[in-house]
């Protein structure tokens, strides 16, 4: 049954979706930020040092991110609900099969290709799916699917440390893939929605269903650049906050606590930022450029904590610190994503997020080994974390290159407009300059 075009209707089944995204949201990436937790089991099972057990989570970030352009044209072809579905199952696979590992290369092949493989499959099409739904509220909107990140970590963090205890590695991954498993009904809510911003004909090439064609786009171009590098250091706390809680001093319950903290901030900024960001007062690439920055300084600060005294400590200095990267990071996240149908158009916001996960991919693999690496060097994770957060930083002066990132001496008409539909780079609205006795004219100027 093929639905009516209609547009955005900034409500209705849309919060179905929102809260399918924020599900999809936390058996994804929540996942793999609490699964750090096992790291040291690992190491210890398989005898490898920190640096190769981080291969297991870096493989998974890249596979999902690089195969998300697959995803993207998966859900082009056939809709985004049978295309998520399918990635439930293997993900759940994935966890089933690493349950049974005998060498760390099983894990790699199960947590890192088959599980990366599945995630690949449903955060970009969910994602795109949530911003296809909203226009006024989008950022809004976006920001709740991207809490299930800080409220899945909050949660499994310390379950999964209550599993590893009492389970083992083994038993706690074949749990997971039990839960990982509910992103197949999670599938099931994305129902399709057809809008006036759509292309009239299916893609015609597998080149053209990936969306390549959107590179040409200036703007879409600085984006990924800047992307590409925040994505260096952006994923390590997914892999090395909890060891680095661990290497500071604190036992298993406050290393979890430590990811914790850092979730509750992430959850505590996604919906101001997305208020802030719907009511139009700032336009958001200034407001992705500023938040990418502040991200970068909490993962410094995250960094430079002081060593605590015993295990028994809170580690007050590193709770703060990840709080601090938490709120952060989390009014940060949705930005990325909701300022693509600006650079892009409406019809194009599927393929565009494939596309931004493709660069995330990048620093995804490149950056967790490099962690361990420095770790392993210099025997703690303080240069890993002075490391990651350079590289945020200067993802975020990249930004700088994108339209209306830097303050101009032009006023726009009205704080509040929509973002345009049809992908133009971040128009100046066109207004009519003051004239005596017309209380409808708006003072239009330029440097």
């Known amino acids: 049954m093929t639905p009516k075009p209609t547009?955005?209707?900034?409500?209705?089944?849309?919060?179905?979706?929102?809260?399918?995204?924020?599900?999809?949201?936390?058996?994804?990436?929540?996942?793999?930020?609490s699964l750090g937790l096992a790291?040291?089991?690992f190491a210890e099972y398989f005898d490898r040092n920190a640096q190769e057990t981080a291969w297991v989570s870096a493989l998974a970030l890249a596979v999902q991110q690089a195969a998300s352009p697959v995803g993207s044209a998966l859900s082009t072809r056939w809709g985004a609900r049978p295309v998520v579905m399918v990635g439930g199952v293997l993900t759940s696979?994935?966890?089933?099969?690493?349950?049974?590992?005998?060498?760390?290369?099983?894990?790699?092949?199960?947590?890192?290709?088959?599980?990366?493989?599945?995630?690949?499959?449903?955060?970009?099409?969910?994602?795109?799916?949530?911003?296809r739904y909203f226009s006024r509220r989008r950022v809004l909107a976006v920001g709740l699917a991207l809490m299930?990140?800080?409220?899945?970590?909050?949660?499994?963090?310390?379950?999964?440390?209550?599993?590893?205890?009492?389970f083992?590695?083994?038993?706690?991954?074949?749990?997971?893939?039990?839960?990982?498993?509910?992103l197949t009904p999670c599938g099931a809510l994305l129902r399709p929605l057809a809008l006036p911003g759509d292309p009239l004909a299916l893609p015609r090439s597998p080149l053209a269903a990936l969306g390549l064609g959107l590179f040409r786009r200036p703007a879409f171009l600085v984006l990924t650049l800047g992307t590409a590098l925040v994505g260096v250091g952006y994923?390590?706390?997914?892999?090395?906050?909890?060891?680095?809680?661990?290497?500071?001093?604190?036992?298993?319950?406050?290393?979890?606590?430590?990811?914790?903290?850092?979730?509750?901030?992430?959850?505590?900024?996604?919906?101001?930022?997305?208020?802030?960001?719907?009511?139009?007062?700032?336009?958001?690439?200034r407001l992705l450029t500023i938040f990418g920055a502040l991200t970068g300084l909490g993962l410094l600060a995250v960094g430079l904590v002081p060593v605590v005294g015993n295990e028994d400590s809170w580690g007050g200095p590193l709770l703060a610190a990840a709080g601090v990267y938490g709120l952060s990071a989390g009014s940060f996240a949705p930005l990325t994503f909701c300022v693509l149908p600006e650079l892009v158009g409406i019809g194009n916001v599927v393929q565009a997020t494939g596309l931004v996960m493709l660069l995330l991919s990048l620093g995804g693999l490149l950056g967790p080994p490099l962690s361990g690496f420095l770790k392993d060097e210099t025997g703690d994770f303080t240069a890993s974390f002075l490391m990651c957060g350079s590289f945020v930083l200067s993802g975020s002066f990249i930004y700088l290159g994108l339209p209306k990132a830097l303050p101009s001496c032009r006023q726009a008409s009205r704080p509040g407009t929509p973002p345009p539909e049809m992908g133009e780079l971040l128009p100046v609205p066109q207004v009519a300059l003051l004239?005596?006795?017309?209380?409808?004219?708006?003072?239009?100027?330029?440097?």
């Open 168 to 182: 083992g590695w083994r038993g706690a991954l074949l749990l997971l893939g039990a839960v990982t498993l509910h």
């Open 39 to 41: 790291f040291p089991d």
């Open 148 to 166: 299930g990140n800080g409220a899945s970590s909050l949660l499994l963090a310390p379950a999964l440390q209550l599993l590893l205890d009492n």
């Open 7 to 33: 547009g955005p209707p900034d409500g209705g089944w849309g919060w179905v979706v929102a809260a399918a995204g924020f599900a999809v949201n936390g058996l994804s990436y929540g996942v793999l930020r």
């Open 435 to 447: 004239s005596p006795g017309d209380p409808h004219s708006t003072l239009d100027t330029t440097c």
């Open 235 to 285: 994923f390590i706390p997914y892999v090395h906050l909890a060891p680095h809680a661990l290497d500071r001093g604190l036992g298993g319950y406050g290393a979890a606590l430590v990811v914790a903290a850092a979730a509750v901030g992430d959850i505590g900024a996604r919906l101001p930022c997305g208020w802030l960001a719907d009511q139009g007062w700032v336009p958001l690439p």
């Open 93 to 131: 696979l994935g966890f089933v099969f690493s349950a049974f590992a005998h060498s760390l290369l099983h894990l790699y092949l199960g947590l890192g290709v088959l599980a990366g493989s599945g995630w690949a499959l449903v955060f970009a099409p969910a994602l795109g799916t949530v911003s």
